[in-house]
């Protein structure tokens, strides 16, 4: 009898069923992302005009609806400033933890409670900056800052979590290197661990960009939502997310294609910053 | 934790007895070669009773040891000897290792290298350290990778570009890099980025310059470059090599230590050790009974 056999009928079966199985599988999980993508291109293209990208909500019940241009500008300047303020302190809560803290048992602490904060729901950094500022009236009532620092503090864990991981990713032999050259550490940090880091840096700041850019929820409460066209973000401000949320539960079917519209924007915005947050992984030399 | 994170035990155990005669005849070749030339005084260290530790375990054992201005001194022992560990007290980068600490006085020149006083990075800036495997600044030009010894170290830049090609020519790369000083310093060979990294530390113009094993992750000719400049910059500075090859020690090094597990078991001058050892010990790493 020969050594080699042929492969018996059974395990060919066996093998055709799982190839099956895990092929319908992947294939279910592809559908509600397909069709999500059909329902907005399908919706949201028509209501995509040079008016509907240059002219703000105008509101009124009958007549023009206008278009969203407010919303747009007004969320590039939310997430502008929550990326301000949230980049810079979850990249300084990395660099101690890398660089200081490593096995400390208070960096340990930091590592949990970080952990915990990606955990918390949007809405309750909503409702904390609502009650902490918003209510108390500190510089006004609502306010396209405090808007963002609810943003900034959702963004925090996710920005701290990434640079951490690409900060432990630079060689400790180039930490070596600068500091038996004489170097102090902070300069070690500055000129040699953020510059060989930062490719991974930007993604992972992007990343959380393109996270914070969708989020209703904080919002709704801080940042509130005007029609006109504002930069200031010290006033009310319109934004994206919120123009959907309010469009999406009106009568008219023109201000609900509007949503549509705005929705398919979002997720235009939010992909480009995804692609961009991959070509910068691409220029690594480290990892 | 370990100790030196190179190599397999088996690396250090290459020579065999008829290597060694071999090693006795280039030994006494180089007895032969006149004494190098002085360009720039070198500083003497001392190193008296150190000890080093990593947590609990004691790397190093009680160590008393002179390194001589202008001279070349070879470190051999076998892999875990605490050789290593004992040049990385001199310049103070042991204590960057957390739980990692060292004992005893180490001077150059006197001056004590753990006072409380001393600043621990005018330490680094006169006792520099090429490493084992070539690790250029993998953002920086080559260009920059020299003149960030000057940078990082806070000095005025002055006149870098004459600092820069004074190091790189100090370190036999200028020829062939000159023309393209603005490329990335990791796209050169393996040992060029060796000889960066050499010129990069030359750059800082220290007192001192402690290699690790500086060649064993390079090819033999690369090897041969590096040793011919070590010969060189021994003209201007006091230089320590470590070393796992002992052909290596007995080509470079005016003298020889030779460590056994975190003790010093024997310093002379390198045609002694090779030739006529005086531990008994020696006699057998040198002869490749083990190691």
């Not at chain 1, 993508?37 to 609806?65: E, N, Q, R, V």
């Not at chain 2, 010894?149 to 004074?166: N, T």
């Not at chain 2, 975190?262 to 790493?285: K, L």
């Amino acid at each position: 009898m020969s050594a080699l056999s042929a492969v018996s009928p059974r395990r060919r079966r066996t093998d055709q069923a799982a190839r099956a199985a895990l092929g319908a599988g992947a294939a279910i999980a592809l559908v509600p992302l397909v069709l999500v993508i059909f329902y907005l291109m399908k919706k949201g293209l028509p209501a995509w005009s040079w008016h509907f990208f240059t002219s703000d909500p105008t509101g009124s019940f009958l007549g023009d609806a206008g278009g969203i241009r407010s919303a747009i500008v007004g969320t590039l300047v939310l997430v502008a400033v929550a990326a301000a303020m949230s980049i810079p302190a979850g990249v300084g809560v990395a660099l101690y933890l890398v660089e200081y803290g490593k096995a400390k048992r208070f960096a340990g602490l930091i590592r949990y409670l970080v952990d915990v904060m990606t955990g918390v729901p949007s809405i309750v950094f909503g409702l904390f900056v609502y009650t902490v500022l918003v209510i108390t009236s500190i510089g006004g009532g609502f306010a396209a800052w405090k808007g963002s620092l609810a943003l900034a503090l959702l963004m925090l864990p996710v920005v701290t979590r990434s640079a951490e991981v690409v900060l432990n990713l630079v060689p400790d032999s180039l930490r070596e290197a600068a500091l038996a050259l004489g170097a102090p550490r902070w300069r070690v940090i500055f000129r040699v661990v953020l510059p060989s880091a930062l490719p991974g840096l930007v993604t992972g700041s992007l990343l959380a960009v393109a996270r914070a850019a969708g989020e209703t929820a904080p919002l709704l409460f801080t940042a509130f939502a005007v029609f006109g066209l504002s930069v200031d973000p010290s006033q009310e401000i319109n934004s994206l997310p919120v123009q959907i949320f309010n469009d999406a539960r009106q009568p008219r079917d023109v201000i609900v294609t509007r949503a549509w519209g705005a929705a398919l924007t979002l997720v235009l915005l939010i992909l480009i910053t995804t692609v961009v947050a991959r070509l910068a992984t691409r220029r690594s030399r480290i990892a | 934790m370990t100790m030196t994170p190179h190599s397999s035990p088996s690396e250090s155990s290459s020579s065999g007895s008829a290597a060694s005669n071999a090693l006795a005849a280039e030994a006494s070749e180089h007895a032969e070669k006149p004494a190098a030339k002085v360009e720039r005084e070198g500083r003497e260290i001392k190193l008296e009773a150190v000890r080093a530790f990593y947590g609990d375990l004691e790397a190093v054992k009680g160590v008393d040891l002179d390194f001589r201005a202008n001279e070349v001194t070879a470190m051999i022992g076998p892999s875990g000897c605490g050789k290593s560990t004992l040049v990385r007290c001199i310049n103070r980068m042991h204590e960057e290792i957390p739980g990692a600490r060292a004992e005893g006085r180490i001077t150059i020149d006197g001056e004590d290298l753990y006072g409380a006083e001393v600043d621990v990075v005018s330490v680094r800036r006169a006792v520099g350290m090429v490493f084992q495997k070539p690790n250029p600044f993998p953002t920086m030009s080559i260009f920059d990778n020299v003149a960030a010894g000057v940078r990082l170290s806070g000095m005025k830049g002055g006149k870098l570009k004459e600092r820069v090609e004074r190091s790189l020519r100090g370190a036999g790369l200028w020829e062939e890099v000159k023309d393209r000083l603005d490329m990335p310093g990791v796209g050169l060979s393996g040992g060029q980025q060796q000889r960066l990294c050499i010129a990069r530390t030359i750059a800082v113009e220290p007192e001192v310059i402690l290699m690790d094993e500086p060649c064993s992750a390079l090819d033999p000719i690369a090897t041969l470059k590096v040793e011919e400049l070590i010969a060189e910059l021994k003209a201007s500075y006091t230089i320590v090599v470590v070393t796992h090859n002992m052909q290596q020690a007995a080509r470079v090094a005016d003298r020889t230590a030779f460590m056994l597990t975190g003790e010093m078991v024997e310093v002379a001058p390198t045609e002694q050790i090779f030739t006529n050892p005086s531990d008994e010990r020696t006699e057998q790493y040198v002869t490749g009974k083990f190691g």
